[in-house]
Antibody, heavy 123, light 113 residues
Framework: QITLKESGPTLVKPTQTLTLTCTVS??????????VGWIRQSPGKALEWLAL???????RYSPSLNNRLTITKDASKSQVVLTVTNVDPVDTAIYYC???????????????WGRGTMVTVSS | DIVMTQSPDSVAVSLGERATIYCKSS????????????LAWYQQKPGQPPKLLFS???TREFGVSDRFSGSGSGTDFTLTISRLQAEDAAIYHC?????????FGGGTRVEIK
């Protein structure tokens, strides 16, 4: 059974760097085909995909965040870390990490999600 | 970027009736090498993360009621909930995973009339 759990600060000041950690269990981040992504949801808004990291350290980012995102992983700790630099109140959101299913050599949808962590950006 | 447009924004349906949600993509979601539609549907209830209902536009997840059906191909997709039950009240999201940046529709709120 795959589970994911997000952790990080609940309150961040504008211009600071936000660091979020996703701890994964039930899979190895070293296994070929595995990938984990970050998605956020601002209050009352749609889901917004942010970043994805693959087992081989290949990374994909949302261009709309203007190079403010960095995603890394530590397979030995089963953790995926997302940093968001220069945060603004518009970055206030629930941040989710999610597992992207890989079956029969095909990358599928996000099949397992963490419960999310609410981050507020305010001075 | 592929733009995903959902309609309606919200719909109120009586118990036992049918709810239909539409999702349109700005370009085809068919991957030529396998002829699959890279389209997912999620259900989200208050205070919960999204739950995957369908992948490949119409492949229902294990444990999802067969009252839910996904259909469509190319750029036009539909999620249908037949015989609506109270527990189906939620926000439904479509998402394309053909190419990054992955994109979601704006969500459709299904309410009980």
């Amino acid at each position: 059974q795959i589970t994911l759990k997000e952790s990080g600060p609940t309150l961040v000041k504008p211009t600071q760097t936000l660091t979020l950690t996703c701890t994964v269990s039930g899979i190895s981040l070293r296994t070929s085909g595995e990938s984990v992504g970050w998605i956020r949801q601002s209050p009352g808004k749609a889901l917004e995909w942010l970043a994805l990291i693959y087992w081989d350290d290949d990374k994909r980012y949302s261009p709309s965040l203007n190079n403010r995102l960095t995603i890394t992983k530590d397979a030995s700790k089963s953790q995926v870390v997302l940093t968001v630099t220069n945060v603004d109140p518009v970055d206030t959101a629930i941040y989710y990490c999610a597992h992207r299913r890989f079956v029969e050599w095909e990358s599928d949808a996000f099949d397992v999600w963490g419960r999310g962590t609410m981050v507020t950006v305010s001075s | 970027d592929i733009v995903m447009t959902q309609s309606p924004d919200s719909v109120a349906v009586s118990l036992g009736e049918r709810a239909t949600i539409y999702c349109k993509s700005s370009q085809s979601l068919i991957y030529r090498s396998n002829n699959k539609n890279y389209l997912a549907w999620y259900q989200q209830k208050p205070g919960q993360p999204p739950k995957l209902l369908f992948s490949w536009a119409s492949t229902r997840e294990f444990g999802v009621s067969d009252r839910f059906s996904g259909s469509g191909s190319g750029t036009d997709f539909t999620l249908t909930i037949s015989r609506l039950q109270a527990e189906d009240a939620a926000i439904y999201h479509c998402q394309q995973y053909l190419s990054t940046p992955f994109t979601f529709g704006g969500g459709t709120r299904v309410e009980i009339k």
